[in-house]
């Protein structure tokens, strides 16, 4: 099945570039492990990571990433990526709506601007939660339902942005 991730990630280059999230190179200091070398610094799950600019940052950080996306074409640019940079990431295809989230096994989960509606969202980050280690942290960022009336990006729908 071709996504419309998949069309959209089909061009030329990476739609996002390959430089990590602001907000996630600005908090990433307090996942679990930060400051440990090599792969000791804990397990990362990227939820919707689509290239994988997100999840290879982090693996260049020293974390054991998994990155999850529903665009076979994305992850194929997330391999081609980590290639590049010289590290190794796993990456899983699959919906998120049903994907399970492994318990008490990961140091970090990161969803930047993946929006999904509250049907899929809500048990979903119920998984998040029973999914992190103790102390482990839930990096989130995605837009707010008053994002639509300043038409600069972002779902159009509202039932996709967090309120």
């Not at 099945?1 to 990476?14: K, L, N, P, V």
């Not at 699959?94 to 899929?120: M, N, Q, R």
Request: proline content about 5%; some cysteine; overall charge negative.
């Amino acid at each position: 099945m071709i996504t419309r991730w998949d069309e959209r990630y089909a061009e030329d280059g990476f739609v996002f570039g390959t430089a990590p999230n602001d907000f996630l190179r600005a908090q990433a200091h307090r996942i679990p492990g930060q400051g440990k070398k090599g792969r000791d610094k804990g397990r990362v799950l990227c939820l919707g990571d689509g290239e994988g600019r997100n999840g290879v940052w982090l693996a260049e950080q020293g974390y054991a990433v998994t990155a999850v996306d529903l665009s076979q074409v994305g992850l194929e640019k997330t391999q081609a990526l980590a290639a590049e940079r010289g590290v190794a990431i796993e990456t899983i295809f699959a919906d998120l709506a049903d994907y399970p989230i492994e318990p008490a096994a990961w140091s970090g989960i990161v969803s930047i601007f993946c929006h999904t509606p509250t049907e899929i969202r809500v048990p979903l980050h119920r998984r998040v939660v029973d999914g992190l280690t103790e102390g482990g942290l839930f990096i989130l960022e995605g837009y707010h339902s008053d994002q639509i009336k300043n038409e600069t990006g972002g779902p159009s729908d509202p039932e996709l942005l967090i309120t």
